[in-house]
């Protein structure tokens, strides 16, 4: 695997080497030895996946509250999604920053997230599927957002939003 890393701290996006012969190919996406060799929590105990049907379909920003803050390897299994990170770490020297990758099947990219950031896509096509893997299990009680269109961070995203969950567009203003 190969690790690039994002212009926020502890973020990263991962490309796989591909194995190929003429059966196709064959590639690793998570390896706890390397991840942890790069200091990266490697401690990943819960796997959930999203279907979107609709291109423009916003899901975030997304985050768990402290003490079940959780690191995420997210990856876009079939589709495409321009996959935004926003860094809430007040102690961050890229407190309030953001960064987007686009993630897809064909690219078969997957990106890193450090505890302390949001975390959202917007889905590019039609019928977009995403696989997560995380180190903390689903707290709802713990469960907080940040608004996509919120000024604190200016994101700028790609496309229009055509589908967002009443929840994700009803976050107060980030104030910090």
Not at 73 to 84: E, F, K, L, P, S
Not at 127 to 140: A, C, K, L, T, V
Request: aromatic residues 14%.
């Amino acid at each position: 695997m190969k690790f690039s890393p994002l212009p926020l701290d502890g973020a990263v996006v991962i490309e796989p080497e591909l194995m190929e012969d003429e059966r196709g190919f064959f590639m690793r996406t998570f390896c706890c030895e390397e991840f942890s060799a790069h200091g990266f929590d490697s401690n990943l105990i819960q796997c959930s996946s999203s279907f979107n049907k609709r291109k423009g379909t916003l899901r975030g920003m997304h985050y768990q509250d402290k003490p079940h803050e959780e690191a995420k390897i997210v990856r876009c299994t079939m589709g495409n999604i321009y996959d935004v990170i926003i860094d809430l770490r007040p102690e961050s020297t890229t407190f309030k920053c953001w960064a987007a990758v686009e993630l897809s099947a064909d690219n078969r990219k997957s990106i890193y997230i450090p505890k302390g950031f949001a975390h959202g896509f917007l889905t590019l096509e039609d019928e977009s599927e995403i696989f997560y893997m995380m180190s903390e299990r689903f707290y709802p009680e713990r469960a907080r957002g940040v608004r996509w269109d919120d000024p604190a961070f200016a994101i700028d995203w790609p496309s229009d939003v055509c589908v967002i969950s009443s929840r994700d567009k009803s976050y107060p203003d980030f104030i910090q």
